[in-house]
């Protein structure tokens, strides 16, 4: 996997933002990073998108940055030339996908029925968006989808939130989700910074007690077969490395 949608995938929950002024972008990455979410996916829903995006690249390298709602050639060229390593559609258009592509950027558009995802796979897409989720069927659909596109691999917005999210990142052909529970538009006006970072300690707290809990069944299934002494040998099969701050003390 390329090493941009690696990350992607080791980080988990990408956060969702249509920041309201560049004032902001700053302080709620911080904000997102003290709470283990290194990473952002900054929608072109607002005029300052692009200015947002190249404020955290050059102060925060650190961050992940990916653009959202880049519904023209025109807008993935200033968002890639701003600094965002990926590029997210809400739709599949095959115009604006081939141009991200063809400049060397990475491409997830938006994809809701089997053909779009496997034109988009056609393309060059290593890893499509399945937007919106939970209104078009979400997890159930894909593992349908899933048992003939097997190389297929999704990032989910649309619909997740804490309570579901895990269902989704169960699926190993989902690399991540997306959402916006954790940064809500709200508390981004309010500068409520300390109840974000505790939102995303919180989803990545959620997220990690999946992995665990995956781990320990696949752990105990192991030691039952024979010839597998310890799970290091196999591994789990959808283990992220992510790990939240207070955990690597």
């Known amino acids: 996997m390329n090493s941009v949608l690696q990350r992607v ?63 023209t050639k025109d807008q993935a060229d200033r968002a890639m030339a701003a600094g965002a390593s990926f590029i ?7 115009e604006v996908c081939q141009h991200v592509i063809d400049k060397g950027g990475i491409m997830m558009p938006g994809t809701a029925t089997a053909g779009e995802m496997q034109q988009a796979m056609n393309m060059g897409c290593e890893v499509v968006k399945f937007f919106p989720a939970e ?30 999210v895990n269902n989704y990142l169960g699926y190993n052909q989902i690399i991540a989700v997306g ?17 974000i970072t505790a939102m995303s300690r919180e989803a990545v707290d959620v997220m990690l007690g999946l992995e665990h809990g995956r781990q320990a069944r696949q752990l105990q299934h192991l030691r039952g077969q024979e010839g597998i002494r310890d799970h290091e040998e196999a591994g789990p099969r959808h283990q992220r490395p992510h790990r939240h701050p207070d955990q690597q003390r």
């Open 135 to 164: 209104a078009n069927g979400g997890v159930d659909k894909l593992k349908n989808i899933g048992a003939a596109l097997k190389t297929c691999k999704w990032m989910c917005t649309g619909g997740v939130n804490a309570k579901n």
């Open 9 to 71: 995938y080791e980080i988990g929950i990408i956060p969702v933002i249509a920041f309201n002024s560049v004032d902001e972008a700053l302080p709620l990455c911080k904000a997102l990073m003290a709470g283990g979410l290194p990473a952002a996916e900054v929608t072109f829903r607002t005029a300052c998108a692009e200015d947002c995006i190249k404020k955290i690249h050059e102060e925060l390298p650190e961050m992940l940055l990916g653009a959202g709602t880049v519904l």
């Open 179 to 195: 959402g916006t529970w954790m940064c809500k538009s709200d508390k981004i006006k309010a500068g409520a910074w300390d109840e």
């Open 88 to 94: 997210v559609a809400p739709g599949f258009d095959p």
